[in-house]
């Protein structure tokens, strides 16, 4: 083996060992715990009622713990990691309430559901929410990586794309979901409704990591439904409360409140 390979072969083993410290099971458990603890039953088999809570908040803290301790090590930062282990775990009342609404507004405005259980089994869409609340909170407590992480484990599982710096208000309903697109800076208010295929995206990436930092992603304000395949772009553009956007709409400026833009005829795209 020569000098160079020795090297190289050296180098990719002290990788190894640090990389196995980010188990996609401890990942996995951290899921599963939370989604035990906001839908409780959901989530493994509830052995003793008067231990349940107790035991997934334990799994939640644990999880947590030795995600945190890997990144430390592996992007070689100190984290305050039991202050931010309460603060999440202080957070799921919150997340909770949050998620709730959105199971109603999912079970509301769809005839299709026969239930909240089907919807909790079934319903992509309410796991891709799931995921972005809880992976939302860590973002808003400066965790690195792992609130990507989730996010992209959301998005390898159900084709939606949330970027947990997105804010996005209660009542939230993904219809379908299947190559929704939310970018980092977008805001969203309440009784929002989106469908498959939806870009909320930057209207232009050129300057790179120049933009950091700015509102690169469209605001919607509240009671807006936004159909499938539509695209809006641009930190500037605000869609209006009580706005209906049709499929394929392609929009890079604002809409004015009870607007019905349709994507059928190019000429009426705004």
């Known amino acids: 083996m020569s000098q160079t390979l020795e090297k ?44 349940y809570f107790e035991l997934q908040m334990n799994h939640v803290k644990q999880n947590l713990t030795l995600l945190l301790h890997s990144i430390e090590q592996l992007k070689s930062v100190k984290l305050e990691v039991s202050a931010i282990v309460e603060e999440f775990i202080e957070s799921l009342p919150s997340i909770d ?30 796991f891709a929410i799931f995921i972005y609340r809880i992976a939302h909170e860590l973002f808003r407590l400066g965790v690195p ?3 990507r992480i989730l996010s992209e484990n959301a998005h390898s599982k159900t084709g939606i794309d949330i970027h947990p710096g997105a804010s996005i208000g209660h009542h939230f309903f993904i219809d ?9 800076t977008t805001v969203i208010g309440n009784y929002v409704k989106i469908y498959q295929g939806v870009t909320l995206g930057a209207l232009s990436l050129k300057d790179g990591q120049k933009l950091k930092g700015s509102k690169r992603h469209p605001t919607i304000l509240d009671h807006v439904t936004i ?27 604002s809409v004015p409140e009870h607007s019905v833009i349709t994507g059928i005829d190019k000429k009426k795209n705004i």
């Open 145 to 147: 990586w792992l609130p």
């Open 8 to 51: 190289w072969f050296a180098y990719k083993k002290r990788n190894l060992v640090e990389m196995q410290m980010m188990k996609k099971e401890v990942i996995q458990g951290f899921i599963d715990a939370v989604w035990g603890v906001i839908f409780p039953g959901f989530s493994g088999e509830i052995v003793d009622r008067s231990t």
């Open 176 to 184: 379908h979901g299947t190559g929704i697109v939310i970018g980092e």
């Open 97 to 126: 309430e949050s998620l709730q609404m959105d199971l109603e507004a999912i079970f509301d405005g769809d005839p299709a559901a026969d239930s909240k259980t089907e919807i909790i089994l079934c319903y992509p869409g309410l």
């Open 227 to 253: 159909y499938s395949e539509a695209s809006i772009f641009g930190g500037d553009t605000i869609i209006g409360p009580n706005v209906t956007i049709g499929s394929n709409a392609f929009i890079t400026k």
